[in-house]
């Protein structure tokens, strides 16, 4: 069965930092990676997504990698700002309807 | 480019009372569509799809429906709520296939008093 884990819970950060979110899926047969953001009382918006062909993707200051075969993905920002404070979530894609999702990262930039 | 509608975006209702949120896509051709419920700091929670015009699979056994009356047009009800049904309902619709991204509509918050 397929778990998807989002370490850490929550991040603060200072404005301008690097950072890296994390997501770790325990069966490597998956479609795709999914990453989303979701500000509060919100809908989630799409960020990147990642085929299971692939290794990477890029959107601006957000690039996501993945590995399969360690069950990994990564959400990198550049340059953090205040507006990117937001619940960041993956969902690994593991049939045409299905999404297995992760409980989610908060993550507060502080100015 | 595509949109999707959902409304509205709060609720309160009394337990037993029924139940209609609507979704609506513009801009696409045969999406598929998708009903999903998020309990306060919890995960995500697929309750319909739909692949189709009438073609609705239910994922969690519960008190709620979902109706694909028409195309780009998605309804999640209920005859009668239960406290346990407050959330956050999330509509979301994807291309056909496992390639597709996901895309998700505004939220209703409802609150079942």
């Known amino acids: 069965k397929q778990e998807v884990t989002q370490i850490p819970a929550a991040l603060s950060v200072p404005e301008g930092e690097n950072l890296v979110l994390n997501c770790s899926f325990t069966d490597s047969a998956i479609y795709n990676l999914q990453w989303f953001r979701q500000d509060p009382g919100k809908g989630l918006t799409s960020l990147l997504l990642?085929?299971?062909s692939q290794r990477e993707q890029t959107s601006g200051r957000l690039n996501a990698s993945l590995d399969k075969s360690s069950g990994r993905s990564t959400l990198y920002i550049a340059a953090s700002q205040p507006g990117d404070s937001a619940t960041y979530l993956c969902?690994?894609?593991?049939?045409?309807?299905?999404?297995?999702w992760g409980a989610g990262t908060k993550l507060i930039i502080k100015p | 480019s595509q949109t999707i509608h959902q409304w509205p975006a709060t609720l309160v209702q009394p337990v037993g009372s029924p139940l209609s949120l609507e979704c609506t896509v513009e801009?696409?051709?045969?999406?598929?569509l998708y009903w999903y419920r998020q309990a306060a700091g919890r995960g995500l929670q697929l309750l319909f799809y739909s692949i189709g015009i009438g073609q609705i699979s239910s994922e969690v056994p519960q008190n709620l429906s979902a109706s694909r009356p028409q195309d780009r047009q998605f309804i999640l009800s209920s005859k009668k709520l239960l406290l346990s049904d407050s959330g956050f309902y999330l509509c979301?619709?994807?291309?056909?296939?496992?390639?597709?991204?996901?895309?998700f509509g505004s939220g209703t918050q409802l609150s079942v008093l």
């Open positions: 801009g696409t051709s045969n999406p598929n």
């Open positions: 969902a690994a894609v593991v049939s045409n309807y299905q999404l297995i």
């Open positions: 990642i085929q299971s």
């Open positions: 979301a619709w994807s291309g056909a296939g496992s390639r597709e991204k996901l895309f």
